[in-house]
């Protein structure tokens, strides 16, 4: 169990600490979909991904439960995926995944369809500002409730709003051009 909260003999609740393996299995693909939506690069998740948890290892002991595991997670992640856009150096190669094993021409239909909504929806939340994506891919993506999103990109709930609705304006703008939207 990664978190829970008892109550001890003089009715304080007592912090269990976190257990960062069960936090690492219970969250590492979400982090990785986080951080991809995120802009990190295919090249650089692995490394960005490990980033993440060395942080949330480093600052457990600091976890006050005054929000969700995952919301907490979520700000690590945030902050981790800001600092690498921010670094002078980055990677330029491009990784080429290897070659399925076989499939049916069903299946690589289906798996083009949806590789190809992947690149649009990144091309099309790499058009956005960052504050606006992150409010995006935390509520429309994640489905974390707005007070939340606004927790953990640290600013007023209105502004949350606020940016929601230019990030829907703008992806709208944009799958209008492109003809999708009338």
């Known amino acids: 169990m990664a978190h829970s909260l008892t109550e001890s003999d003089d009715s304080a609740p ?11 299995a219970e ?21 960005v991904c490990h980033d993440v948890f060395l942080v949330v290892q480093r600052r457990a002991p600091d976890f006050g439960w ?11 992640a945030l902050r981790t995926a800001s600092d690498y856009r921010k670094r002078a150096f980055r990677r330029y190669e491009r990784t080429v995944e290897q070659v399925p094993e076989a499939p049916s021409a069903e299946d690589q239909h289906d798996e083009l369809e949806r590789t190809a909504l ?44 606020s940016r929601l609705h230019a990030a829907r304006r703008a992806m709208l703008e944009a799958l209008g051009s492109e003809g999708v939207v009338r």
Request: aromatic share 10%; charged share 25%; proline share 6%.
């Open 14 to 24: 007592e912090v269990v600490p976190l257990d960062i393996g069960a936090v690492y």
């Open 27 to 47: 969250n590492v693909r979400y982090v990785w979909r986080v951080l991809t939506h995120l802009g990190i690069p295919p090249s650089d998740l692995e490394d």
């Open 66 to 76: 005054r929000s969700s595991v995952r919301t907490w997670i979520y700000g690590i």
């Open 118 to 161: 992947r690149a649009r929806l990144g091309a099309l939340l790499g058009q956005l500002s960052e504050g606006q994506r992150e409010v995006f891919v935390l509520y429309e993506v994640e489905e974390l409730p707005m007070r939340e999103v606004a927790e953990v990109v640290g600013c007023p709930l209105q502004t949350a709003y």
